[in-house]
């Protein structure tokens, strides 16, 4: 089944204390972005990854870090986590042609303390 | 800053009346725009594109671009209770439109 897999789904940490979001597609797809969702605000892009060891900056990529070392996977790593970054975040995938749609994973809600 | 701007709702629309979300933005270069559904708990989905001018239908779902009032809207025909959720108009650039913008989403509830 073609798919976006995000690990953990649920994550309750306290401020500082580093943590990673996995994210793996098998899609073989190029482009690879990661969100966060939070009320009033909607989906916001923080990074995106067009291609093995190819990212960049979305538009809150502040605190947050990636990497792309595989084609399937795209890490979102949070090196000193604070309570602003609690939030419901989103991994998606994309063959970046057609309908040029973004593959969404599940989800992944973090609290941080 | 690229700028997406949507009614948050809620909409309320009667089972099999026409529902119509709509959605303007800020960027006058913009080409690519989107249209994805969000059901409570569950990730965004893709229910439509459009890149020209005009009207794109598919099935119930019909968009609607207009570029020189950098607007966007989405029309729902025979409107059903499985059609409410939160809808998320988007706006896509970049070689794969692998950036993208989205607006903060309308709740629409479709009434039995």
């Known amino acids: 089944e073609a798919q976006v897999t995000q690990n953990p789904r649920y994550l309750i940490t306290v401020t500082g204390k580093k943590l990673t979001v996995t994210c793996s597609q098998n899609?073989?797809?190029?482009?690879m972005s990661w969100y966060r969702q939070d009320p009033g605000l909607g989906l916001r892009q923080i990074y995106y990854?067009?291609?093995?060891?190819?990212?960049d900056k979305g538009d809150v990529p502040e605190g947050y870090k990636v990497s792309r070392k595989e084609k399937r996977n795209f890490p979102l790593i949070l090196e000193s986590p604070s309570p602003n970054q609690t939030s419901l975040y989103f991994c998606?995938?994309?063959?970046?042609?057609?309908?040029?749609?973004?593959?969404f994973g599940p989800g992944t809600r973090l609290t941080v303390t | 800053q690229k700028e997406v701007e949507q009614n948050s709702g809620p909409l309320s629309v009667p089972e099999g009346a026409i529902a119509s979300l709509n959605c303007t933005y800020s960027?006058?270069?913009?080409?690519?725009f989107f249209w994805y559904r969000q059901y409570s708990g569950k990730s965004p989905e893709l229910i439509m594109f459009?890149?020209s001018n005009g009207d794109k239908e598919d099935g119930r779902f019909t968009a609607q671009l207009n570029k020189a009032s950098q607007y966007v809207s989405l029309l729902i025909r025979d409107s059903q209770p499985s059609d409410s959720a939160t809808y998320l108009c988007?706006?896509?650039w970049g070689f794969g439109n692998e950036k993208l913008t989205f607006g903060t989403g309308t709740r629409l509830t479709i009434i039995p």
């Open positions: 998606a995938s994309s063959d970046g042609q057609g309908s040029y749609e973004q593959y």
């Open positions: 899609m073989n797809h190029e482009y």
């Open positions: 990854s067009m291609n093995v060891e190819v990212t």
């Open positions: 960027d006058r270069g913009s080409q690519s």
């Open positions: 459009i890149y």
């Open positions: 988007a706006v896509g």
